[in-house]
T-cell receptor
Framework: EPEVTQTPSHQVTQMGQEVILRCVPI?????FYWYRQILGQKVEFLVSFYNNEISEKSEIFDDQFSVERPDGSNFTLKIRSTKLEDSAMYFC??????????????FGPGTRLTVL | EDQVTQSPEALRLQEGESSSLNCSYTVSGLRGLFWYRQDPGKGPEFLFT???AGEEKEKERLKATLTKKESFLHITAPKPEDSATYLC???????????FGTGTRLLVSP
């Protein structure tokens, strides 16, 4: 069964450093997403990406964040200068395009980001 | 503001003891309501999509229902392997994002 994969599973970084989180969405999906979950809190939407551009973003997704689809399979989230409060689990998700019905979003296993 | 509230926060059941989890939502327009299961340290695993009031979906011991203001996840005769956090999320009309609740942590004891 196709699945979303993410690397690395755990990333430890120093405050102020740049990190890149990587995801391989399900191959025939057209929409890609990043969410985050701070320990003990809700899963929060960051950004959605469609047709090589951002289609929607939340207030959390400020200038420190960027997303890219560098090739036909990978989808990345970059945090330019990490802060302590960026420590969280980051989930990538993908979905097919809504036509007759709304399509579910399938989530990857997550990358745990720890900022020291 | 779109909001999802889940109750109870935590639920402890004996194996075979059926129960229901609640998801109340306020949203300007509902494109879909989703139930996910999340195991510790893992990503949400899709369970059900519900689109309109009155709709029901079933999968093994789980049954999800939807009204205009809330959804229920009914668990019939649960087993220890059903222990997980169950997340409810709504997709507001006109948006791609999912808005999640805080989840219900379910523990099923043998």
């Amino acid at each position: 069964e196709p699945e979303v994969t993410q690397t690395p599973s755990h990333q430890v970084t120093q405050m102020g450093q740049e990190v890149i989180l990587r995801c391989v969405p399900i191959s025939n999906h057209l929409y890609f997403y990043w969410y985050r979950q701070i320990l003990g809190q809700k899963v929060e939407f960051l950004v959605s990406f469609y047709n090589n551009e951002i289609s929607e973003k939340s207030e959390i997704f400020d200038d420190q964040f960027s997303v890219e689809r560098p090739d036909g399979s990978n989808f990345t989230l970059k945090i330019r200068s990490t802060k302590l409060e960026d420590s969280a689990m980051y989930f990538c998700a993908s979905s097919d395009k809504d036509l007759i019905r709304v399509h579910e979003q399938f989530f990857g296993p997550g990358t745990r980001l720890t900022v020291l | 503001e779109d909001q999802v509230t889940q109750s109870p926060e935590a639920l402890r059941l004996q194996e075979g003891e059926s129960s229901s989890l609640n998801c109340s939502y306020t949203v300007s327009g509902l494109r879909g309501l989703f139930w996910y299961r999340q195991d510790p340290g893992k990503g949400p695993e899709f369970l059900f999509t519900l689109y309109s009031a009155g709709e029901e979906k079933e999968k093994e011991r789980l049954k999800a229902t939807l009204t205009k203001k809330e959804s229920f996840l009914h668990i019939t005769a649960p087993k220890p392997e059903d222990s997980a956090t169950y997340l409810c999320a709504v997709r507001p009309t006109g948006f791609q994002k999912l808005v999640f609740g805080t989840g219900t942590r379910l523990l099923v004891s043998p």
